[in-house]
C-alpha cells in the first residue's frame, strides 16, 4: 500500500472548492465531472485520489486538464504548479506551458480581456481623449460612464484605454471586472478588485474588511477599475458605482452599459462609428480574416454597409464576414430588406436587426461549424475556451477542428485571441445570445430549419 500523500489531497481537494465556488455545481457534480473525464465510472476512483493517492500520469493529466476548464480560468499557475509538485509530476514546465506562458493568463482578470486584444482599434480619438483629460485631470470626475447599444463598441473602447493605462502607467493598478466568475454584485466587484490587487484571499474577508482593504490599497496607490458590460450585474447597476466611490479615493472608474445611468455621472454616449471609421474598420476585419471581396466594393456599396448597421462595428464585422461566401451585392441585397440600425431604435426591432444578420450567416456554415457554434456558447461570452475544452465540448475529431474554427472565425461568428498562449475561442455576447435563444429553441422544437425560414421570408 502506498503512503498517503497529504499535500497532494490537499491541493486536490481546493482545487474542487475553488471550482464550486466558481460555478453552480456541488462538489458531487464537480466529482462526477472528473470522474467521467478521466473515464473512471463511480466514485471510489476520486475518493481515493482525494484521500491522498495521486493517479498516474496520463490520468492526471487528464484530471487536471478537466479541472482548468471547469474552474473557467480560477485556477492559476500557482495551484497547477503546486498540485504537479505535490504528485511527482515530471514535467510541470510542460504541462502548465499548456495553460500559461509567461506574457499569458495568470489570473481571471487577464482572461475578462482576451477578445479584445486581436485585432486594431480604429477611430474614436474624440471619446479617447476626453476619457484620458478626465482621468488625468485632478479634481475631475471620478467616474466615466460608456453607455450604448449591444455591439457598439463600448468595452473595445474602454479596452483600449484601459491598455493605453496600463502602458503609461499613471495608475499603479489597472483591473478590468466583469461578470466571468458569476453575477457581479457590490460584494463579487470589492472580491474581484482584491484579487487584482493580489489578495485572493479577499474571498474569505467579511464585507467590512473587504472594504477597508480595498480603501487602504486604494489611498496607497492610484487605481483604475473597468466596470464592464455592467447591464448583466445582478444588483442595480448605479447602487455599484456609487458604493465602489468612496473606496478608490484618488481612483477613477470606467463603467460599460447598455442601460443608461442615472444621476450626474459623466456619461458618455456612444454612438457608431462615422463613415470613415466604418470604412477603416471594414477594411481592417478584410485584411484580418482574408475576405478579398471587400477590397473590390465601390465607395457607395461600402456607405451602404455604414448606413445600414449605423456604424455598429459588430453588425459591420458580421457583413464582412458574410463576403467570406457571399457576393457582396447579395449581401446587400439582404441588408437593404433590414431597417437600418440607429442610435434611438427600440429593443425589439435592434434585436430583429442582428437576428436577421446572425440567421444569414447561419445559412453560410457547415453542419459541422454549426455544432461548433453550439458548443462555444457553453462558455463564458468574450472569454471563451482553449482548443481542448472546444475539443471536448463539441466532440469534433482534433484533426478537423482547425478547419471549423477557421470557417467560424472567418464568417466572424468567433472571435480569435491567438496573442495569448494558449490561444483561446470566444463568442461575443452578441453571438451568444443568438445562439442560446433562437438556434436554442429551433433545436428544442424542432421547427422549420432557419434556411427555409429566410427563404420564406425574402
Ligand atoms: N473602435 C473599434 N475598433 C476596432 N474594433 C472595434 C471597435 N469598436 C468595437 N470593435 C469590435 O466590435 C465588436 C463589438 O464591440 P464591443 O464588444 O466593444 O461592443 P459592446 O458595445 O461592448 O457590446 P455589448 O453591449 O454586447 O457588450 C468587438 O469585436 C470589438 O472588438
Ligand atoms: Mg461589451
Not at 477542428?401 to 472567418?410: S, V
Request: net charge neutral; glycine share 6%; aromatic share 8%.
Amino acid at each position: 500500500m502506498p503512503t498517503n500523500n497529504k499535500p497532494f489531497a490537499d491541493a486536490l481537494t481546493a482545487g474542487i472548492i475553488r471550482i464550486k465556488a466558481n460555478t453552480s455545481l456541488s462538489v458531487r457534480q464537480i466529482e462526477d465531472r472528473l470522474g467521467l473525464a478521466t473515464g473512471k465510472t463511480g466514485r471510489t476512483a476520486i475518493e481515493y485520489w482525494r484521500k491522498g493517492y495521486p493517479p498516474h500520469r496520463q490520468i492526471l493529466e487528464k484530471l487536471l486538464m478537466e479541472m482548468m476548464i471547469l474552474s473557467n480560468g480560477d485556477l492559476d499557475e500557482p495551484w497547477l504548479r503546486n498540485i504537479l509538485k505535490t504528485a511527482n509530476y515530471a514535467e510541470p514546465d510542460l504541462f502548465c506551458g499548456r495553460f500559461f506562458s509567461p506574457q499569458t493568463i495568470s489570473s481571471r482578470e487577464n482572461l475578462d480581456t482576451l477578445t479584445h486584444r486581436s485585432r486594431k482599434f480604429v477611430g474614436r480619438k474624440e471619446d479617447l481623449q476626453t476619457i484620458q483629460e478626465i482621468l488625468h485631470t485632478p479634481g475631475s470626475p471620478s467616474v466615466i460612464t460608456i453607455v450604448g447599444l449591444g455591439g457598439i463598441g463600448k468595452t473595445a473602447l474602454a479596452f483600449e484605454i484601459y491598455s493605453r493605462e496600463r502602458l503609461n502607467k499613471k495608475f499603479v493598478q489597472s483591473i478590468w471586472i466583469n461578470e466571468t466568475g458569476g453575477v457581479l454584485t457590490f460584494d463579487e466587484v470589492l472580491i474581484q478588485l482584491g484579487r487584482g490587487l493580489g489578495h485572493p484571499s479577499i474571498a474569505k474577508m467579511s464585507l467590512i474588511d473587504r472594504k477597508f482593504f480595498i480603501q487602504s490599497r486604494a489611498e496607497a496607490t492610484p487605481i483604475l477599475v473597468v466596470l464592464d458590460n455592467l447591464e448583466t450585474a445582478g444588483q442595480d447597476q448605479q447602487d455599484i458605482v456609487e458604493r465602489l466611490i468612496p473606496l478608490l479615493g484618488q481612483g477613477k472608474i470606467i463603467a460599460t452599459s447598455r442601460k443608461r445611468f442615472s444621476g450626474d455621472l459623466f456619461q458618455i454616449l456612444l454612438p457608431g462609428l462615422t463613415e470613415q471609421e466604418s470604412s477603416e474598420y471594414m477594411k481592417e476585419v478584410a485584411r484580418n480574416q482574408n475576405i478579398l471581396r471587400l477590397f473590390s466594393a465601390t465607395q457607395e456599396q461600402l456607405k451602404q454597409i455604414h448606413v445600414s448597421t449605423g456604424g455598429s462595428p459588430e453588425a459591420i464585422k458580421l457583413i464582412v464576414g458574410q463576403l467570406a461566401s457571399s457576393d457582396l451585392e447579395i449581401a446587400l441585397k439582404y441588408l437593404r430588406e433590414a431597417r437600418p440600425l440607429g442610435l434611438n431604435r427600440d429593443e425589439d426591432e435592434y434585436v430583429n436587426f442582428y437576428r436577421r444578420i446572425y440567421e444569414w450567416s447561419w445559412t453560410f456554415l457547415s453542419e459541422s461549424s454549426k455544432s461548433l457554434l453550439i458548443a462555444c456558447a457553453h462558455f463564458a461570452p468574450e472569454v471563451g475556451g482553449v482548443f481542448d475544452a472546444l475539443q471536448k465540448v463539441s466532440a469534433i475529431p482534433a484533426e478537423v477542428l482547425p478547419g471549423y474554427i477557421h470557417e467560424l472565425w472567418q464568417h466572424s461568428l468567433l472571435e480569435v485571441s491567438s496573442a495569448l498562449t494558449p490561444t483561446r475561442y470566444a463568442l461575443h455576447t452578441l453571438t451568444r445570445n443568438f445562439v442560446l435563444s433562437d438556434i436554442l429553441d429551433m433545436l428544442a422544437h424542432n421547427q422549420t430549419n432557419i434556411e427555409h425560414h429566410i427563404v420564406v421570408n425574402t
